[in-house]
Nanobody, 119 residues
Framework: QVQLVESGGGLVQAGGSLRLSCAASGSIFNIDVMGWYRQVPGKQRDLVATITNAGRTNYADSVKGRFSISRDNAKNLVYLQMNSLKPEDTAVYYC?????????????WGQGTQVTVSS
């Protein structure tokens, strides 16, 4: 089991910045990939960015060049630095962790943190 707790959401004006943090605990040694997803009411949860154990990153096209994901393995933290925020970035942001145990993939989610960007 992996537990994830997000922090750092809030209200910011367009063009501003926020940094989200996600603290992982539990069976963290099994975590292969960590990432951030976001969801607005009535829509599916979408990928924002992911980072592997090796530090390989992947971003949604809509955030490339503005958002940056990083990982502190020693502290079991993953961050999402969000710059040049736009109103369309408004969503609940969820931290995700993927583990593979005996060939079975497990997905874990945090409780989410609200990010609101005003125009």
């Amino acid at each position: 089991q992996v537990q994830l707790v997000e922090s750092g959401g809030g209200l910011v004006q367009a063009g501003g910045s926020l940094r989200l943090s996600c603290a992982a605990s539990g069976s963290i040694f099994n975590i292969d990939v960590m990432g951030w997803y976001r969801q607005v009411p009535g829509k599916q949860r979408d990928l924002v960015a992911t980072i592997t154990n090796a530090g390989r990153t992947n971003y949604a096209d809509s955030v490339k060049g503005r958002f940056s994901i990083s990982r502190d393995n020693a502290k079991n933290l993953v961050y999402l630095q969000m710059n040049s925020l736009k109103p369309e970035d408004t969503a609940v942001y969820y931290c995700n962790a993927i583990t593979v145990v005996a060939g079975i993939v497990y997905n874990y989610w945090g409780q989410g943190t609200q990010v609101t960007v005003s125009s």
